[in-house]
C-alpha cells in the first residue's frame, strides 16, 4: 500500500515563510518523480513544483519561481516545498504526489500522477 503523508502546513502572515513535508511510504521513492499541487477552494488543481527521482532536477509554475524551493531525501523517503514570501494567493490546501513508474519528466497534470496524499492546508493572511 502506498501512502503519502504532508505535514507542516498552517497560518502564516503575507511575507512569511512555511515548510511541508511529505513522507512517502510502500513504493520505491527514488525511482518516482515527485510534485507538489495546490488546490484553492473552487478552483482546480494547480501544479506548484515537481523534483525528477534521477537527478533531483527541479520545475517550479511560474507562480512560484523564485520563492518556493523543492527537494527530496531518498534515503528517508521524503520531499520538501519551501515557501517564502508567501502571499494571500497561495493560500490553498497543497498535496504532495507520486508519478508513474518509468514516466517522463517533468509532468505538469494532476492526472499525470499515480498517488496522491491528503493535502496539508496553507493559509496566508493579508
Known amino acids: 500500500q502506498v501512502d503519502l503523508v504532508e505535514s507542516g502546513g498552517g497560518l502564516v502572515q503575507a511575507g512569511g515563510s512555511l515548510r511541508l513535508s511529505c513522507a512517502a511510504s510502500?513504493?520505491?521513492?527514488?525511482?518516482?518523480?515527485m510534485a507538489w499541487f495546490r488546490q484553492a477552494p473552487g478552483k482546480e488543481h494547480e501544479f506548484v513544483a515537481t523534483i525528477s527521482g534521477s537527478d533531483s532536477s527541479t520545475y517550479f509554475a511560474e507562480s512560484v519561481k523564485g520563492r518556493f524551493t523543492i527537494s527530496r531525501d531518498n534515503a528517508k523517503n521524503t520531499m520538501t516545498l519551501q515557501m517564502n514570501n508567501l502571499k494571500p494567493e497561495d493560500t490553498a490546501v497543497y498535496s504532495c504526489?507520486?508519478?508513474?513508474?518509468?514516466?517522463?519528466?517533468?509532468?505538469?497534470?494532476?492526472?499525470?500522477?499515480?498517488?496522491w496524499g491528503q493535502g496539508a492546508q496553507v493559509t496566508v493572511s493579508s
Open positions: 504526489a507520486a508519478g508513474k513508474y518509468g514516466s517522463g519528466w517533468p509532468k505538469l497534470r494532476w492526472r499525470e500522477y499515480a498517488y
Open positions: 510502500g513504493l520505491t521513492f527514488s525511482r518516482r518523480h
